[in-house]
């Protein structure tokens, strides 16, 4: 099966970038990799996502490893509306989401 | 406001009740999936259904009984449940297809106590 892992927790201050580290190992050529991320009471959404190039979209940007074996989710300016917990996905098949083991993530005013 | 609704938000029950969570969306979306999800952990796997038929049912004990009534509905039927069911259940959609580029949508679940 899938297996992603991640850091439990990082730190960062307002308005500087951070860097969100994500490692699936296991990923095959045509597994996809999505980042989610989940604010308290509610359910996880949707960032970014990739499958081999760099990615960026009005949340954050996605660097993929040229071995596919690790990606880093990039915010460029982190806010305090940014805590959250943020997961890395590997996309096996067309709908099994296997969600890695999260990362918290505080900003700090 | 999520477009993915799930009542009731928060169900106590005893391990003799019968009980259901619903899930609804109108994004016309052709997948639907149950995740459970313990404190602190990630989202766990359950059950997806494709065109309102059961793809993936991850062994989950036969106390959850998922439906698909239609495209739009999700249904988990829980019954004789232990305590260490008692966790947040998360219901989430996407769009049919093979594209990885197919986000899931999530409702903001259904927190399960049971007692």
């Known amino acids: 099966d899938a297996k992603t892992t991640q850091p439990n927790s990082m730190e960062s201050n307002e308005e500087e970038p951070v860097h969100l580290p994500c490692n699936h190992s296991?990923?095959?050529?045509?597994?996809?990799i999505h980042w989610y991320r989940q604010l308290p009471s509610q359910g996880p959404e949707y960032v970014i996502h990739g499958l081999t190039s760099n990615v960026n979209n009005r949340m954050a940007s996605l660097a993929i490893a040229e071995d596919r074996k690790s990606s880093t989710l990039i915010l460029h300016r982190a806010t305090l509306r940014d805590a959250a917990v943020y997961y890395c996905?590997?996309?096996?098949?067309?709908?099994?989401?296997?969600f890695g083991t999260g990362t918290r993530l505080k900003v700090l005013a | 406001d999520t477009e993915v609704t799930q009542t009731p938000k928060h169900l106590v029950m005893g391990m003799t009740n019968k009980k259901s969570l619903k899930c609804e969306q109108h994004m016309g979306h052709r997948a639907m999936y149950w995740y459970k999800q313990k404190a602190k952990k990630p989202p766990e796997l359950m059950f997806v259904y494709s065109y309102e038929k059961l793809s993936i049912n991850e062994s989950v004990p036969s106390r959850f009984s998922p439906e698909c009534p239609n495209s739009s509905l999700l249904n988990l039927h829980l019954h004789a449940l232990q305590p260490e069911d008692s966790a947040l259940y998360l219901c989430a959609s996407s769009p049919q297809g093979a594209q990885g580029y197919s986000p899931l949508h999530f409702g903001n679940g259904t927190r399960l106590t049971v007692t």
């Open positions: 296991t990923i095959s050529g045509t597994d996809y």
């Open positions: 996905i590997q996309r096996s098949g067309t709908y099994k989401y296997i």
